[in-house]
């Protein structure tokens, strides 16, 4: 009995071997295809075959498959094989993803966290000692040439009595305030301010100008802080919105926001708050956003005297500020600052000029230079610089009259009624000029040995009745013809500017000038409310008749429009 036995052919294409078939029960062997052929020998009466060279041949109970056989099953082996490698390829760019997505995430996560060290590092080096204000200060002082000293600047020549208060509020002694420095222009209030930050280097400090634009407010703001809002920070390329893509309130509340941090890690160090100076706070605008931006400082004010965390010194010449301030303030400290008394100004003129002209100008000289300005510091500082000081004194006199007169001059009954409401701007502030000038007269003393020129002033509200306008004083404030200080009382901006309105008042016919003035105002207001009708076509004996109805319809009044030839008409007719 003979065992048939299929056996599995190898494809070995690499090496050309070609599978047979054998019909004997014997081992599958591998030939190069070709090379050897299978013949029958004849002997032992069976199918036996010899493999002879060059001829491949299977014995006929063998079965011998064909190429189409061979190619199909190849195909099928690869199909079924080739998944393989692609999943392979699948799984390695996978990881290769993953690893660069990994790399780049945990890059990117270290400069996120280095960019934010960074930025609380340049914070805190704005407030180390050094600050570019005073570096421009001393740049913007100008002095005669022969006042040059060597190592030494005349612009502190006589220290004021608030000196001392301010220095212990920058150096950060005085703390658990917020303070607010009121005062007329030129009373000294910024440079006692600069001359606090001389005494320790502007160590912790930082101060920079306001402006009514909150754009260039937020760009002052982290100048000062040495803060970029994020503009300058590369992960802002992969964000949809981009890192302005906001308002100048926020960037304000962000800038905060990383001030508080700093001021709290130097709390831990040193144990003395930052003081934050804003210095012109009055060039913000009277309106929605510059009360919003206000609000938010004191808000921050508020609770960082509260904590002692950084105290916010704000500096300003007109009322509203004090009068916006109020209504939420709960630790605001308000430092008023007014003109030299008599003595503190005679003995800083005197000083001066002995030591950079080296005269000894009469006590007579000083007394008229101070009659005529008053104890202003930076009207006695241009006469103290000046060779001869009365002539200084009386240019500063015509240059406040001139300022007046080109703001508010009224331009009596021939006016024309298109300037109607500059005229009222105008003659109201004539109005409290000339009611300044009565009250001086009828005050018992202008003039006290210690305390110097007296100038009447009147309570705000009583400013208000008189003008018959309650919002036009804080212009007149901002423009600096009257002040407002905070005691709401109300008086000339300055001595030079009670004398120019007393000079005015006391001019021939001005009280009739004023009245008439104030005449035609009132009367281009009548014709403006007044209705006119006219009545047309009452020629040729036309008559109009009107009557006056109730609810009911009834008739109740009746009149009746007819034209009356004049009586010289009449006569020419006749």
Known sequence: ?????????????????????????????????????????????????????????????SQQWGPEQDESKANERREKGSWRPTLFKMFENAATTFASLTVLGFAGY????????????????????????LELAALSKQFPSNLAVQGEHPDHWFLRDEQQKINDIVSGNDRGHYYLLIGEKGTGKSSMLLNAMRQNDGEGVSMFEAHADLEIFRIRLGKALDFEYHEDYIGSLFSIRGPRDTTALLDIE???????????????????????????????????????????IQQRAEQWAA??????????DDYWVYERLKQNASRMEVLPV??????????????????????????????????RIGGRLTFLSRAAKSPDMLAMCDFIC???????????????EEMDDDVMDQQKYASAAMVLAKALVDKEKEMEGTYDP????????????????????????????????FTIDSRAMVRADSVAMQNAFREIC??????????????RISAIESLGRTRELVAKDLVGNGIYSVTTRNAKGNVERSAVFEVIPRPEDTEEKG
């Open 506 to 519: 006391q001019q021939d016919g001005f009280d009739e000038h004023l009245e008439a003035t104030l005449e």
């Open 1 to 61: 009995m003979r065992i048939r036995r299929h056996l599995r052919s190898v494809e070995r294409r690499s090496l050309g071997f070609a599978p047979i078939r054998v019909g004997n029960p014997c081992l599958p062997f591998l030939y190069p295809a070709g090379l050897f052929k299978w013949q029958s020998t004849g002997v032992g009466g069976g199918n036996d075959y010899q493999l002879q060279p060059g001829q491949a041949q299977a014995g006929p109970n």
């Open 307 to 316: 904590s002692r965390l950084v105290t916010i010194v704000l500096n300003s």
């Open 450 to 481: 210690e305390k110097g020129r007296i100038l009447p002033e009147i309570p705000l509200h009583e400013a208000r009745q008189i003008m018959t306008r309650a919002d036009f004083i804080q212009k007149y404030d901002h423009i600096n013809i």
């Open 254 to 296: 962000r800038a905060f926001n990383k001030l508080e941090k700093v001021a709290l890690r130097r709390r831990k160090k040193v144990g003395r708050p930052l003081v934050l100076i804003i210095n012109s706070v009055h060039f913000l605008r009277d309106d929605e956003d510059g009360q919003d931006v206000l609000e938010l």
């Open 110 to 133: 270290g400069y996120h966290r280095y960019y934010k060290y960074l930025t609380l590092e340049k914070i805190e080096h704005a407030f180390k000692p050094g600050d570019p204000v």
């Open 338 to 371: 007014y003109d030299f008394p008599r003595d503190h100004a005679l003995a800083a003129l005197r000083a001066y000029r002995r030591k950079y002209f080296g005269d000894e100008p009469p006590e007579e000289i000083l007394q008229r230079v101070y009659d």
């Open 398 to 412: 015509r240059t406040e009259k001139t300022w007046f007169l080109n703001q508010c001059w009224i331009l009596g």
